[in-house]
């Protein structure tokens, strides 16, 4: 047996030891079926989906990738809350309203957010709440 055929048994025992150990690199493997019917695919929520939001709450910066319309990849950055373990997306509209409406009542607790049209037509309204 030659050393390329040795080597080539020898990687092909070292699959078949990780495939009945389900290692792979210290990670289970799992079957394609398995993978997809367990996804659960990342979705951000949007602020206008909550019906009394907090000044007080903590924003957190948050990237996701895309593809633009020549196949490349884009980082898109936007701030996001995080409640209960679900992220809402905040949008710059809503901390420019929210600033403006801050300067004028700087006691402010709560507000909420109005959302219509859809896509690059969207509008947020900030409406402010009193307890």
Do not use: W
Not at 7 to 31: H, R, S, V
Request: aromatic share 6%; proline share 3%; charged share 30%.
């Amino acid at each position: 047996m030659s050393f390329k055929q040795q080597e080539k048994q020898a990687n092909e025992n070292i699959t078949k030891i990780c495939q009945n150990l389900n290692l792979n690199g210290g990670k289970k493997m799992a079957k394609l079926k398995e993978e997809a019917q367990a996804y659960e695919p990342k979705q951000t929520h949007n602020i206008a989906e909550l019906d009394k939001v907090s000044v007080d709450l903590e924003t957190q910066d948050d990237e996701f990738e895309v593809q633009d319309d020549d196949g490349k990849t884009k980082i898109v950055k936007q701030k996001v809350v995080n409640i209960d373990g679900i992220m809402y997306r905040v949008p710059n509209s809503v901390l420019n309203q929210l600033k403006i409406l801050l300067e004028d009542n700087p006691e402010l607790k709560f507000f909420k957010v109005k959302k219509s049209g859809q896509g690059l037509n969207t509008d947020y309204t900030v409406i402010p709440l009193i307890k």
